[in-house]
């Protein structure tokens, strides 16, 4: 599965903003989905993930409550919902197709990752 993340851009604390991850190929709704961030000078952190039903969801302590992931199988398409951005959830965005069907924290179980996008948010 091919992907490639969209949305990104530069926005103040406290605002909103909606990332948009397209997938192509056959098998999009046999992976789980996942999106991760890199910010400067630190490791790719998990942010939320979901089983391939879009029914369970996962978060990271960090942006639980505050960020959303959603999919529809029919466009294959993931969708990372934020608000109330902060500036340390500046960082490039990436979403990534898991190996299963199962969501997954850990990125070494995702297997296929898209272009990321960059959020800044500003203080």
């Known amino acids: 599965v091919q992907l490639q993340a969209s949305g990104g851009g530069l926005v103040q604390a406290g605002d909103s903003l909606r990332l948009s991850c397209a997938a192509s190929?056959?098998?999009?709704?046999?992976?789980?989905m996942g999106w991760f961030r890199q910010a400067p000078g630190k490791e790719r952190e998990f942010v939320a993930a979901?089983?391939?039903?879009?029914?369970?969801?996962y978060y990271s302590d960090s942006v639980k409550g505050r960020f959303s992931i959603s999919r529809d199988n029919a466009k294959k398409l993931v969708i990372l919902q934020m608000t109330n951005l902060k500036p340390e959830d500046t960082a490039v965005y990436s979403c990534?197709?898991?190996?299963?069907?199962?969501?997954?924290?850990?990125?070494?179980?995702?297997?296929?990752w898209g272009q990321g996008t960059l959020v800044t948010v500003s203080s």
């Open positions: 990534a197709a898991g190996q299963g069907i199962l969501a997954d924290t850990d990125s070494r179980q995702y297997h296929s």
């Open positions: 979901t089983d391939w039903s879009g029914h369970l969801t």
């Open positions: 190929g056959p098998t999009f709704r046999s992976h789980a």
